[in-house]
Nanobody, 126 residues
């Protein structure tokens, strides 16, 4: 079992930046692909970004491409999501997730992830 804890959420004005972090409880984290998802009020949880276990491969939802950057530090069992040029529509609860299954492609569906954090609220005021 891997416990994931997100931090770094908050209130920011449109155009601003936030950096989310995800801390994992186990060294096994370094062997898992990781992802970020978000859920806005009244909407389904949606994929944001994913990163391979080595950090060498990343993938982004079209809605955040060019604005968000996913990264990881396996030595510290942490992952981050740097969010720039934030928009009101980025407002959501953001979740980090871990995928323990070796894959040829990064998973973009919730079903592909085994471990989830409790979420952190990001609110962007317009």
């Amino acid at each position: 079992q891997v416990h994931l804890v997100e931090s770094g959420g908050g209130l920011v004005q449109a155009g601003g930046s936030l950096r989310l972090s995800c801390a994992a409880s186990r060294r096994a984290f370094s062997t898992y692909a990781m992802g970020w998802f978000r859920q806005a009020p009244g909407k389904e949880r949606e994929f944001v970004a994913a990163i391979s276990w080595s950090g060498g491969s990343t993938y982004y939802a079209d809605s955040v491409k060019g604005r968000f950057t996913i990264s990881r530090d396996n030595a510290k069992n942490t992952m981050a999501l740097q969010m720039n040029s934030l928009k009101a529509e980025d407002t959501a609860v953001y979740y980090c997730a871990g995928d323990r299954t070796p894959r040829t492609r990064l998973a973009v569906r919730q079903e592909g992830y085994d471990y989830w954090g409790q979420g952190t609220q990001v609110t962007v005021s317009s």
